[in-house]
């Protein structure tokens, strides 16, 4: 089992950039394929992106691609996301996730375990 601690949330302006961080529990952190989500008020959770164990293959969703690049240092147990060119529509609670298995995927239902969440609030 793992548990997850986001943090890096917060007020920022558009155009400018943030950076998330999340911090996994437990020795077997890299074993664990690791994505960000997030949830707008009103709206569904959607997936951001997803990283491998190795940090080699990632997942970017249409809408973030070129924007935010996902990372991980297993040697910190931290998966990071940094946000550029933030646009008010990116506003929501960005929340990490880890699933057991080697696949990357963006389906949600397949994450196993989840973080309390960050608010992240972009002004135009």
């Known amino acids: 089992q793992v548990q997850l601690v986001e943090s890096g949330g917060g007020l920022v302006q558009a155009g400018g950039s943030l950076r998330l961080s999340c911090v996994g529990s437990?020795?077997?952190?890299?074993?664990?394929?690791m994505g960000w989500f997030r949830q707008a008020p009103g709206k569904e959770r959607e997936s951001v992106a997803a990283?491998?164990?190795?940090?080699?293959?990632?997942y970017y969703a249409d809408s973030v691609k070129g924007r935010f690049t996902i990372s991980r240092d297993n040697a910190k147990n931290t998966v990071y996301l940094q946000r550029n060119s933030l646009k008010p529509e990116d506003t929501a609670v960005y929340y990490c996730?880890?699933?057991?298995?080697?696949?990357?995927?963006?389906?949600?239902?397949?994450?196993?375990?989840w973080g309390q969440g960050t608010q992240v609030t972009v002004s135009s």
């Open positions: 990283i491998s164990t190795s940090g080699r293959d990632t």
């Open positions: 996730a880890a699933r057991r298995g080697p696949t990357v995927v963006a389906d949600n239902a397949r994450y196993d375990y």
């Open positions: 437990g020795r077997t952190f890299s074993s664990y394929v």
